[in-house]
């Protein structure tokens, strides 16, 4: 079976442009991905730019098995130029441009064809990201969503950009005096001036950060020449938000940012990364004016002048010369219209009876008169999703929907303070949403920033929130650091060790998720039990997964029965004792597919090399509802957890699951699931074989599990914490 899904249309043609000068050896790594692609109907043209003839070794006859075609610019620079000197020889309906110094996994063009279709885009877009599927070398959304002019410059970067022919022909391909080599100073952000003009034309641009490309990372200490290209890559951002009108604040924004990266470096003594980010923030500065003020590394950097624009694709050639700026000649794009959906409304149901702390207080009829007010912590918007992340997005949906109820609105006002980046992540009404500077917060926003603009009692709910505030309200989801060490960095230990048993001590109030996590809070001395609520997670989120959407859809149906693992390769995560029966499993016919990016502050453990494991990497919320519904069993061996809400996923989507018997497992599961000791490996392959030989128990496993699934609700868990806070309220117990 195939990691990334099979094709949605194997006649769909797609034609890989690439542009290159100076490259050997990374385009041969580019060939040799290509060469894996589960996608076969592709062709490749390379626009040669060389003098030289050293692309003639690739060329060789029969050295590669796909269509190859080489055509000769020589001369000729610009990869804006070249690109579409390609595309417009190009055969495909669908067109990608790589980098010549980038390269693929194996599903990425199989994957991208998919989301082009489900999403009717014209164009779809991706991230950079390295080999263990982090993003690099910029800023990506965390979450799929239509493109738009205010999310453009953080949905795509050019060599992960798949393009309907049509929408090419439309905006007549790439500015050629926009991009590296070009004959201007702009050297980037050609693939956002492509999607500015695609959208202006009222195409359909998507990005989903499960597409993604790998490309070496940028090394601003070691990397030779980086400071000049930190210049001309500004000016091509600056040039490009000068041109598509996007107003004196947008300007201030893009260029103050890097000079808050440059005090933040000067202050850690990184003064190389100083350096840049002022050479990115005078870049950005040049291109926005149409002014150089003169510095190594750029085209034309001769001393001071100004840049006259007299048309953007039409190729006419830019002139350097006199003394005041030209007015542009470009049309405004219209703004585009795309809206995210917001989430429905989650159906009210209530919590397992094992969650003690749990007792819902009076409705709203009887609630103070004192309007109280709510400030929550939003640094969670700008994180990677994990199971900490999508509570306190689901939490906060279920308070705005909450406080839509008038006698709710009477008695409480609340805002969620975001850095910049999280300002649009959510689709709130109730609450209100207030950015401040700093894109994506850090330990210095929060214990800065945050409390300084605090009101009224402050919700952080994911771990970590300001020390100096005390009308506190704080879920710490785990103590994993304390339980399980092995699993994190030294420095992530530390941190979180030292932390946390200040946060505790000093909030007005600790909520956890389990009856588990409250226990080993008391017991680890960070909290008593008195001052503990336990607030759990709810399932309802799943519903509004599409399994249809998945590349996953059609390929599991025909293919071996496959036990399903979701999780990082962190040590308590324990995925190893699955890859200890891995070879047993295979003897059953089973599969075991692994999927999960890799956390940076985890790590890794040994994998598996036996053949039937597939390590399925980064899936989306559409992937896991097909995975979770075509699987045998869900697999949840853990150590510890503080709630588990894979398996409570897994549960609600009709999985049977097989999870360890300790921690907070079978709190969650209840009588639902099969369990297994997390340290036995022959425990978990009695369990596959016997929930794999009876077809009855795994029917009342499914129905079980949706039963117990429906025990736990979102909504429910945001009553609490509306509760709690009301509680708060001076004067609220009188």
């Known amino acids: 079976m195939s990691g990334s899904g099979a094709l949605i249309n194997k006649e769909v043609l797609i034609s890989l442009v690439i542009s290159t000068l100076g490259r050997t050896t990374p385009l041969e790594r580019l060939f040799e991905s290509l060469l894996t692609q589960e996608h076969k109907n592709f062709e490749v043209i390379v626009v040669d730019q060389n003098r030289d ?34 595309w417009e020889i190009a055969e495909g309906s669908i067109i990608v441009f790589p980098d010549d110094d980038c390269w693929y996994p194996s599903w990425f063009l199989a994957r991208g064809l998919f989301l082009m279709a489900a999403t009717g885009a014209d164009f779809l877009s991706g991230r950079a990201a390295d080999e263990d599927g982090r993003s690099i070398n910029g800023r990506y959304e965390l979450t799929a969503q239509p493109i738009n002019r205010a999310n453009v410059w953080t949905t795509g970067i050019e060599w992960t950009i798949f393009f309907k022919r049509t929408a090419l ?8 005096e926009i991009g ?34 790998y490309h070496a990372t940028f090394d601003i200490e070691a990397e030779a020449g980086i400071q000049g290209k930190g210049r001309k890559y500004g000016r091509g951002i600056g040039y490009v938000l000068r041109v ?111 969650f003690g702390h749990t007792e819902e207080s009076a409705s709203t009829a009887s609630l103070p008169r004192v309007r109280q007010r709510l400030t929550i912590n939003g640094r969670f918007l700008t994180q990677n999703l994990t199971g900490v992340q999508r509570y306190c997005r689901e939490i ?13 609105r009477a008695a409480l006002t609340a805002k969620i303070i975001v850095p910049s980046a999280g300002a649009h992540c959510l689709d709130l009404h109730a609450i209100g949403v207030q950015p401040t500077l700093g894109r994506v917060g850090g330990p210095a926003w929060t214990q800065c920033v945050l409390p300084i603009l605090s009101r009224g009692v402050l919700l952080s709910l994911g771990n970590i929130g300001p020390v100096v505030s005390s009308n506190h309200v704080i879920c710490i989801h785990d103590l994993n650091t304390y339980l399980a060490p092995e699993s994190y960095s030294t420095a992530f230990r530390i941190y979180y060790r030292t932390i946390l048993p200040i946060l505790a001590k000093r909030a007005a109030r600790v909520v956890t998720v389990s009856n588990f996590s409250a226990r080993m809070l008391d017991e680890f001395k960070l909290c008593p039990l008195d001052k503990i609520t336990v607030i759990p997670n709810g399932h309802e989120h799943v519903q509004r997964w599409r399994p249809d959407r998945s590349v996953y859809a059609s390929s599991l149906s025909g293919n071996r029965p496959f036990v399903f693992v979701l999780g990082s390769r962190a040590w308590h995560k324990n995925v190893q004792i699955l890859f200890d029966i891995a070879r047993e499993l295979d003897s059953l016919g089973l599969d075991l597919l692994v999927a999960g990016a890799p956390n940076r502050h985890f790590s890794p453990v040994e994998q598996s090399a036996a053949p039937n494991v597939r390590m399925l990497g980064f899936v989306t919320d559409d992937d896991l509802a097909a995975l979770y519904r075509n699987a045998l069993c869900f697999a949840f061996p853990s150590l510890t957890e503080g709630f588990g809400l894979p398996a409570l996923e897994a549960m609600a989507l009709g999985c049977p699951v097989i999870a360890s018997n300790c921690a907070s497992m079978p709190e969650v599961c209840g009588s639902a699931a099969l369990y297994a000791d997390p340290k036995s490996p022959r425990a978990w392959l009695d369990q596959i074989k016997r929930l794999h030989a009876d077809q009855d128990l795994a029917a009342s496993l499914r129905a079980e599990g949706c039963r117990q699934a429906a025990r736990f609700s979102w909504t429910k ?5 509306l509760n709690l806070i009301m509680s708060l309220v001076p004067g609220a117990a009188d």
């Not at 610019?73 to 579409?84: A, I, M, Q």
């Not at 006199?322 to 409304?345: N, Y």
């Not at 868990?717 to 914490?721: G, I, V």
């Open 53 to 86: 003839n050293r692309l003639d070794p690739l060329f060789g006859e029969g050295r590669w098995s796909f269509p190859l075609r080489r055509q000769r610019t020589p001369g000729e620079t610009g990869v804006s130029r070249g690109r579409n000197t390609g």
């Open 169 to 176: 022909m439309a905006v007549s391909g790439f500015d050629p």
């Open 180 to 213: 590296i080599g070009a004959s201007t100073p702009w050297q980037s952000c050609e693939g956002q001036d492509l999607m500015l003009r695609a959208l202006a034309n009222r195409l359909k641009g998507y990005y989903d950060p499960s597409i993604y490309g």
């Open 244 to 354: 598509h009108q996007y107003g004196l604040w947008s300007a201030l924004k893009w260029i103050g940012r890097p000079v808050i990266g440059l005090i933040v470096f000067f202050v850690r003594g990184k003064f190389k990364h100083v350096e840049y980010y002022r050479n990115v923030a005078i870049g950005r500065f040049e291109g926005w004016s149409g002014r150089l003020i003169g510095s190594p590394g750029g085209p034309s950097d001769k001393g001071p002048f100004f840049w006259h624009s007299q048309g953007s694709s039409s190729g006419t050639q830019n002139e350097a010369a006199g003394s005041k700026d030209q007015v542009l000649q470009i049309a405004t794009p219209k703004p585009e219209a795309f809206v995210s959906p917001r989430p429905s409304a989650p159906a009210r149901t209530s919590h397992g009876e094992s």
């Open 396 to 408: 906060v949906s279920s308070l705005d929907n909450l406080l839509q109820d008038e006698q709710w």
């Open 717 to 721: 868990s945001a009553q609490l914490y």
